[in-house]
């Protein structure tokens, strides 16, 4: 077992200290999934680079000279000035650092003329690669992932150049929020449970199906949680790619307790499943309160793995990656879901993490069947409330991700209430206007 050829053990996939929009991956996943440019291309590529950060820049907003942002620090900005509106600076002061990686850093910042705190991520630049990061977060608006405000480019005295991306501040993880019950003895109330998973789902879907973004480092550190509203919104696009049918990934990707089997296989030809298993494993952290598969390294992942869902089969195992068909692997019975949960936890809530968590990428149900899912019917009730009596954040919203979606799972999906109160007629025709 011990000899499974499982990729390089990177030390940096233990699970960092929590930190809002952290990352602990390095910065070049953006040049990662394709080989490094041989040197005598890199000139060609430098000059297209500058070119195409010219037309960023006009996108992102100005220039900005600056050293490195400590707190009391201020950065002033120039947004606007195309198509005629008019011209404006912004200047934001740096107030703390909520977070470090080898990607750079995340500060919270105030924006001197709204008063509005924001979270502003700031990155070194490749001049030879577009960030993707920044290409992704311009390609999606939802309400369960988190926006980009505008961003713009700063340099330092060492002509290193920036990029900052200025994002809404939102006070808590789903990690904080979990770690306040577990430290008190408590589970987090089932009602939380419902509400934070069915809106992580809800994010996935549209990501997935509009968007066609993996994430690719799903997992309670990466999901802000607003403390009032109760609204989920994805963060750390650092990792995320829009995948293409038939083009190789890199399969060291994700943070190790929430890595799908295929990649701790080493699969390279994933799909957004991958999303929907880390997503399955915040499930089931947040109903035990604890990760329930916590591996020591990719080996012992794969063992925690196996020791709940059994030995995978050899048609299992093809479907993760083909090389390893003729393994031998300790053989071990699945574990019944039931005993891996506490007696009292509601028979949906194990449906539910059962069908997340299979070995076959293809038999994981998707993000927006995860959504229609019995365990979430609460939340379609016709009073549903959140417990201090205020409506629930935004549920039901549907635009474009319901395109594809059979009449079946719209109507599952917007409850007849809701329906009512949009007018619509029954059933369900199509998404618009929702």
Excluded at 71 to 86: A, Y
Excluded at 92 to 106: K, L, P, Q
Excluded at 226 to 250: M, R, W, Y
């Amino acid at each position: 077992m011990a000899s499974l050829p499982l990729g390089p053990q990177q030390h940096h996939h233990n699970l960092p200290p929590d930190h809002q929009y952290h990352h602990h991956h390095h910065n070049h996943h953006n040049a990662l999934d394709q080989a490094p440019p041989p040197p005598a291309a890199v000139k060609l590529l430098a000059a297209a680079a500058s070119h195409s950060m010219d037309t960023d820049k006009e996108m992102a907003g100005s220039m900005v000279e600056g050293n490195d942002p400590l707190t009391g620090h201020i950065i002033s900005t120039t947004i606007g000035g195309k198509n005629g509106e008019p011209k404006r600076t912004i200047s934001y002061m740096a107030e703390r650092v909520v977070g470090t990686g080898s990607f750079g850093i995340v500060f919270q910042a105030k924006c001197l003329e709204t008063g509005e705190t924001v979270a502003i991520k700031k990155v070194l630049q490749d001049r030879r690669y577009k960030n993707r990061e920044l290409q992704l977060m311009r390609l999606m608006d939802h309400s369960n992932v988190i926006s980009l405000k505008h961003c713009f480019f700063s340099t330092t005295t060492r002509d290193e150049l920036f990029l900052n991306l200025v994002m809404d501040y939102v006070p808590e993880t789903m990690y904080k929020v979990l770690k306040h019950y577990t430290n008190s003895n408590q589970r987090m109330p089932l009602i939380y449970v419902k509400l934070y998973t069915y809106q992580l789902f809800r994010g996935l879907a549209y990501m997935h199906t509009v968007a066609g973004v993996c994430h690719r480092d799903i997992k309670p550190q990466n999901i802000l949680v607003d403390p009032l509203t109760h609204q989920v919104k994805i963060c750390d696009f650092g990792s995320a790619k829009v995948l293409v049918k038939g083009e190789a990934n890199i399969s060291y990707i994700c943070s190790r307790y929430y890595r799908a089997p295929e990649l701790i296989f080493g699969a390279t030809e994933y799909r957004v499943s991958i999303d929907i298993w880390s997503a399955g494993c915040v499930l089931a952290e947040l109903l035990l309160g604890q990760p329930l598969f916590p591996g020591e390294n990719a080996v012992d992942q794969l063992v925690e793995i196996i020791k709940v869902l059994g030995t995978p089969t050899r048609e299992e195992i093809r479907c993760m990656n083909p090389n390893y068909t003729d393994f031998r692997f300790p053989q071990i019975k699945a574990h019944p879901w039931h005993k891996v949960f506490h007696k009292r936890m509601p028979p949906e809530a194990i449906d539910l993490a059962s069908r997340l968590l299979q070995y076959s990428p293809s038999l994981r149900c998707t993000a927006l069947e995860a959504c229609a899912h019995p365990f979430f019917d609460e939340l379609r009730e016709l009073n549903a409330r959140l417990p201090n009596g205020r409506p629930f954040p935004p549920l039901f919203n549907f635009k474009q991700e319901l395109a594809g979606a059979s009449p079946e799972l719209i109507n599952k999906l917007i409850p007849e209430h809701i329906r009512r109160q949009a007018g619509m007629n029954f059933p369900f025709p199509h998404p618009a206007g929702t």
